[in-house]
């Protein structure tokens, strides 16, 4: 237990549907990442979050929707995805600011798009 | 931009081996570098964190060391065991809270 909880951890979805992942971080961190990682790909950062403002999108198709209501949960949207979305989605915290702390991951949800 | 590389890609070892992993990044200017754990299909568990400042960091049987300078970091595993299998990952933390990672070691440890 890493104290990053995502949900759901399996999901599959066609290309016309609207799906959310969420994630939920008991750590008291102020930072939340959105990671996709792809079989045999580094992990990809897709969105950071700083004290609930978004600071970070690299470049993400906006098929991706991410949002932030307060430091503890992350979800990430999505709508009329594509096959080669199909990825683990990994959430992450962390503490910004002074003395930078580790990262911590949830368990990840593994998207399947058919 | 930040090039993470980790060699090997993949390692085999018989039990009881000391081995050690490679992690190399292109700017020198990082805040921390974390090394991770991945079971397959699942999270990333943290090992070790190495601040910029430090050299090293051990943990039980797992030492880590940075050189800054050079660009380079070990992961230095001793006396391998078969529940040591897994992917490790490293990753180095810049400016903007971005971690960078590498595409990882995968370890098989032969019982």
């Known amino acids: 237990e890493t104290g990053v909880t995502q949900t759901p951890r399996h999901l599959v979805m066609g290309m016309t549907n609207k799906k959310s992942l969420k994630c939920e971080q008991h750590?008291?961190?102020?930072?939340m990442y959105w990671y996709k990682q792809s079989a045999k790909k580094p992990l990809e950062l897709m969105f950071v979050y700083n004290f609930k403002e978004q600071t970070e999108n690299n470049s993400v198709p906006s098929r991706f929707s991410p949002e932030c209501p307060n430091s503890s949960h992350l979800f990430l949207h999505l709508h009329t995805l594509q096959p080669e979305d199909s990825a683990l989605y990994l959430c992450a915290s962390s503490q910004s600011g002074q003395g930078f702390s580790e990262a911590f991951f949830g368990q990840g949800t593994r998207l399947t798009v058919v | 931009k930040q090039e993470v590389t980790q060699i090997p890609a993949a390692l085999s070892v018989p039990e009881g081996e000391n081995l050690v992993l490679n992690c190399s990044f292109t700017?020198?200017?990082?805040?921390?570098l974390q090394w991770f754990r991945q079971d397959p299909g699942k999270g990333l568990t943290s090992l070790l964190l190495?601040?910029?400042?430090?050299r090293e960091q051990t943990s039980g049987r797992l030492n880590a060391s940075l050189d800054k300078s050079s660009g380079r970091s070990t992961l230095y595993i001793a006396a391998s065991q078969p529940g040591d299998s897994a992917t490790y990952l490293c990753?180095?933390?810049?400016?903007?809270?971005?971690?960078?990672f590498g595409t990882g070691t995968s370890l098989t440890v032969i019982p």
């Open positions: 750590l008291g961190h102020n930072a």
């Open positions: 990753a180095v933390l810049l400016t903007g809270n971005q971690f960078y």
């Open positions: 190495i601040q910029s400042s430090q």
């Open positions: 700017d020198s200017a990082i805040y921390n």
